[in-house]
Nanobody, 119 residues
């Protein structure tokens, strides 16, 4: 049973940094892509960033470009989200997702982790 286990998150002041981690367990499982999404209270879940597992191509939503970096450590089956220059509007619950193939969507999800940015 594939599981995604998230660590990181917490409370930080505006301009601060945090790093989120998401480790795949229950393999063997090599996803086509991994991504981070976030969901603020009363809002829909939104895409933040994604990375292909083998080609290492990355995509970001416009609001985080230049501030967030997604990366992977294949040997550790882990994807990271380095978040710098955080803003209050980044406050959300962050979820990692795994996309098994190039078809379909993100079928596996982490448990979510709270990121709160104080002004």
């Amino acid at each position: 049973q594939v599981q995604l286990v998230q660590t990181g998150g917490g409370l930080v002041q505006t301009g601060g940094s945090l790093r989120l981690s998401c480790t795949i367990s229950g393999g063997p499982f090599s996803p086509y892509a991994m991504a981070w999404f976030r969901q603020a209270p009363g809002k829909e879940r939104e895409f933040v960033a994604s990375i292909r597992w083998t080609i290492i191509s990355t995509y970001y939503t416009d609001s985080v470009k230049g501030r967030f970096t997604i990366s992977i450590d294949v040997a550790k089956n882990t994807v990271y989200l380095q978040m710098n220059n955080l803003k209050p509007e980044d406050t959300s619950v962050y979820y990692c997702g795994a996309k098994p193939t190039h078809l379909g969507g993100y079928d596996y999800w982490g448990q979510g982790t709270q990121v709160t940015v104080s002004s």
